[in-house]
Structure formats: structure tokens, C-alpha cells
């Protein structure tokens, strides 16, 4: 590895720690917020987010991605409101997410211009989103995580199926491919909002571009580590999230993430993958319906007094 890059790495993952303490300081600040709201409940895990972040980390780290798995366990338990699924998602799997980029950026090379741009424009991408999406009501959530699901259920299938190119050798990017990768990651970290994950698309992305697959995991490892903790300072000033299953993420994930890449480091994760679209698909269908019946439910406006009803 030559002198720059590592460099580069060094200074990257110094940001990367002071994104850390700055999560730190967001989330303390809206817990204390949410112990002393009135009538407030203990905030404290429960036992099954804490399981749920184990498991979800757990293969997030290997590269199947977390939102999509951790959406589906919160809506079949009903353990978080619809409409705040997005801010937990990003709050609660921050840490674990900040650990992955720490372990992936030291071990896998990957060009320092390339890396370090894309995860800024992940970065803004998050910031615009979610200051949208905390804001939304709870039909438009549902709606557009139903979509977004089914999204990363075509490319987790399209990938099952070898159907996406494999990749190059190259471990950077220039000129014009540099700024689509630009472009597109902006996209991918206003999604991230809405509750699709980054890493499957992010992968395609890192494919489609021609550079080795391995570089995919420190770029979006690190895009997601440095756009959560900024997308969690709005959802939690918004209080658009759930501080109970935020902490049991935190607590499951950090040693799944551990475990997973510094112990077993790999799985045959074939079967799997296919498991999971099912329950993605399905998840995705049931908010689509929710959202369907949640617009059929609300009364229309009157009609101004003497007009004619059709």
C-alpha cells in the first residue's frame, strides 16, 4: 500500500472517529430528551431488539445489509410504529456501522479520491433526506418504504442470480465515471432515509463501474458510517425515532459486527439471500397495503356549504 493512500486512510479514519464521538453527543442528548418527556417509559432495550441487531449485524457485515431484515423483524413483531422505522434504522445501526468502517477501510485498498468523495456525497444526500423524511405522515412512510423494499428485493435478487456484472480490477475511479459514482451515491444516501439500505445498491454501483468487488465494502461501510450519524441528529431532533429499539440495536449489533468480521469473515450465504427476498417482498407488500388502507381511512373535507355533491 503506498505511503499516500494510507495517508489517506489515516486521516479518513480520524474523521471517522470524531463522526463517532459526534454520534456519542447526538444520542445522549436525545436520550436524556426522551427520559424526561412526560409519561415517558423507561428507556432501556428490550430483549428482542437486542437479539434483532445481533442477527441483523450479523449479516449486514458479511454483506447482506441490515434495513431491509431489521424493517421486516420491527413490523412482524410490531415493535416500532411504521412511521418511525427510518429514524431507528439509521440511529440504532449507526455504531455497529461506524465498527465495520473501521475494520474495512484498514483492511481492503481502494483509491483515496474515489473512496473519500463518494462517502461525501452520501453524507450530503443523507442531510437533505432526512430532513424530509422525519417530517413525513405515516401513510407516506409506509408508501415509500413499501417501494424502497421492494427495490432492494429485485437487487438482492438480480445479485442471487449473477444477473449484475462482476466487477473489474480497478480500485479508483476518474473523469466521467468518477462523477456518475458521485451522483449516484448522493442518491443512495437520500435513501438511506427512507429505509433502504445502501450496501446492495452501492455494490452494483462499485460493479457497474468496473472496479474490484472488494473496494465496494470500505466505500459503503464508509458511507453509511459518516451519513447515519448526520441523518440521526435530524430524525432525533425530529424525535422520529424509537429510543428502546435503537439502544437494542446498538448493543446486538456492535459484537455481531465483531464477531462476524474478525471470526467467521464468511458464510455460504446463498440460501440466505433467497430467504430474505422472500420476507423483504413480503414485508414491502404489507406496507404498501398499510399505506393503502391508512389513505382509504381518512374522511374527505366537506364540502363548502351550498355547493353541489356530486
Not at 495517508?7 to 447526538?26: E, N, P, Q
Not at 444526500?125 to 422525519?134: C, D, K, M
Request: hydrophobic share 60%.
Amino acid at each position: 500500500m503506498s505511503v499516500a493512500l494510507w495517508d489517506a486512510k489515516a486521516l479518513l479514519l480520524f474523521a471517522l472517529g470524531l463522526t463517532a464521538i459526534f454520534y456519542f453527543i447526538v444520542l445522549g442528548a436525545a436520550l436524556r430528551r426522551a427520559a424526561r418527556a412526560p409519561a415517558a417509559a423507561p428507556v432501556r432495550p428490550t430483549a428482542g431488539g437486542i437479539v434483532t441487531g445481533f442477527i441483523t449485524n450479523f449479516f449486514d457485515t458479511l454483506g447482506i445489509g441490515s434495513f431491509a431484515t431489521t424493517t421486516s423483524i420491527f413490523r412482524q413483531w410490531k415493535m416500532v410504529p411504521d412511521e418511525w422505522i427510518p429514524g431507528t434504522l439509521n440511529v440504532g445501526h449507526t455504531l455497529p456501522t461506524i465498527v465495520q468502517a473501521f475494520i474495512f477501510t484498514k483492511l481492503v485498498p481502494v483509491e483515496s479520491k474515489t473512496l473519500i468523495s463518494m462517502i461525501a456525497a452520501s453524507i450530503l444526500g443523507a442531510w437533505l433526506g432526512a430532513g424530509v423524511v422525519s417530517r413525513w405522515p405515516r401513510q407516506r412512510v409506509q408508501f415509500g418504504m413499501g417501494l424502497a423494499l421492494l427495490v432492494a428485493a429485485v437487487l438482492m435478487l438480480l445479485a442471487q442470480l449473477g444477473l449484475i456484472p462482476g466487477g473489474g480490477v480497478a480500485l479508483g475511479l476518474a473523469g466521467g465515471k468518477l462523477a456518475f459514482a458521485i451522483a449516484a451515491n448522493f442518491a443512495l444516501g437520500a435513501l438511506m432515509t427512507l429505509g433502504i439500505g445502501l450496501y446492495a445498491p452501492c455494490m452494483i454501483l462499485v460493479y457497474l463501474m468496473g472496479m474490484t468487488p472488494t473496494a465496494a465494502f470500505p466505500i459503503m461501510m464508509g458511507s453509511c458510517a459518516f451519513l447515519m450519524p448526520v441523518a440521526s441528529a435530524r430524525f432525533t431532533a425530529a424525535g422520529s425515532y424509537d429510543p428502546r429499539a435503537t439502544l437494542g440495536l446498538l448493543l446486538g449489533g456492535v459484537p455481531a459486527v465483531l464477531i462476524a468480521a474478525l471470526i467467521v469473515k464468511s458464510l455460504p450465504l446463498g440460501v440466505i439471500r433467497v430467504l430474505v427476498v422472500i420476507v423483504v417482498v413480503y414485508t414491502a407488500v404489507n406496507l404498501l397495503r398499510a399505506a393503502r388502507r391508512e389513505a382509504g381511512s381518512v374522511a374527505p373535507a366537506p364540502s363548502p356549504a351550498g355547493s353541489a355533491v356530486p
